[in-house]
């Protein structure tokens, strides 16, 4: 039975006062929870790490790193040359080459400033007293214009804005089938191209090719909406507000962006990996900053969710009857003058 406005006001006011009165401090604590408690809990957890040289010289590095139990996933090699390939290809977040003037730490702060800094105070820390200090090689440095990283990861949460309102605005026009997917899409193409008009050409934080992150911004507001006007079509104006608290309240601060992924408590670094922020985050970080490196796995889950999305839309519109067509209401005779009639 659909809800009328009769019914609404028929609920009683001190149930409805109740209802706001629980649910805006449930949600509070929902937000607070999913910003504030992965941000404190912040810590290396199976971060892949290198460790190269030969085996007698890596061997006390890599025992090292094995005493901080879980906090490091240990990848070896030959020389420093193969660390260097393996940090550009995204392989590894940085590496400790055992040289004869001893470690030599080998970093991306491309790929995470957070990351780059701890490994730094990790290696550091664990030198022997009046050790010399550790040499630190930034293979794949950040952008000057952003070297803490801090634009970048404010860059999440207004294209999550961006790809919510784009699905909901969508879903409650009334735009159906083929028309409701191209607004979708060309919602997200025209974000793409003033994302990177913004983030790219102004404000420098990203410094690969302009048409490839352009592309990347629109795959993912693309994700993103396709997802929200998708569970609107399958679930109704429910499916709204489940795509903004998956895509905001979730996938905004699981992202990772502001870190990396393998930083956050589990599962929620990798149920962040599977949400299009936290892949569009990623995948914006191989084009940007590594050619392209690492980029197939995060270029698929947001492939998946604008594919998923876009095709929810329209099984929606084919399903959905078209309106009937209303027939014309007969005219009602204007009324005789009984007096007159009588006088003609």
């Known amino acids: ?77 030959a020389d420093e040359a193969a660390a260097r390939t393996a940090v550009r290809n995204r392989e590894v977040y940085g590496a400790v080459v055992a040289t004869p003037q001893g470690p030599h730490l080998l970093t ?7 990351v780059a800094q701890l490994l730094t105070q990790a290696l550091t820390s664990q030198a022997p007293a009046g050790a010399q200090a550790v040499p630190v090689t930034d293979v794949v440095p950040a952008p000057a214009a952003d070297a803490r990283g801090t634009g970048f990861g404010a860059s999440v949460l207004p294209l999550a804005l961006a790809g919510v309102a784009a699905g909901a605005l969508v ?27 913004l983030a790219h050409s102004w404000l420098g934080v990203l410094t690969g090719s302009w048409w490839a992150e352009a592309g990347v911004l629109a795959l993912t507001v693309a994700a993103i909406a396709g997802g929200v006007a ?63 490196a690492g980029a197939a796995g995060p270029a698929l889950v947001l492939s998946l969710w604008a594919v998923l999305g876009v095709g929810a839309i329209a099984f929606a519109g084919r399903r959905t009857p078209p309106a009937a067509p209303s027939l014309p209401t007969p005219s009602t005779p204007a009324p005789v003058d009984a007096a007159a009639a009588r006088a003609s």
């Open 230 to 292: 998708g569970l609107h079509a399958l679930l109704g104006k429910a499916g709204i507000g489940l795509g903004g608290l998956l895509i905001v309240l979730l996938g905004n601060p699981f992202s990772g962006a502001a870190g990396a992924p393998q930083l956050l408590p589990e599962p929620v670094g990798l149920f962040g990996r599977w949400l299009p922020p936290g892949a569009g985050s990623s995948l914006l970080r191989s084009v940007a900053f590594f050619d392209g």
């Open 108 to 114: 991306a702060s491309a790929a995470s400033p957070a």
């Open 1 to 77: 039975m659909p809800v009328t406005s009769a019914s609404r006001h028929a609920v009683p006011a001190s149930r409805r006062v109740l209802a706001v009165m629980v649910m805006v401090p449930l949600l509070a604590a929902l937000a607070l929870w999913a910003f504030a408690w992965p941000a404190t809990r912040m810590a290396p957890r199976d971060l892949p790490f290198g460790v190269a040289g030969p085996a007698a010289a890596a061997a006390p590095l890599e025992q090292r790193l094995a005493s901080h139990e879980g906090a490091f996933e240990i990848h070896r090699y």
């Open 171 to 197: 879903s409650l026009s009334g735009l159906r089938g083929g028309r409701a997917v191209t607004a979708v899409l060309g919602a997200a193409a025209l974000v793409g191209l003033t994302g990177a008009a």
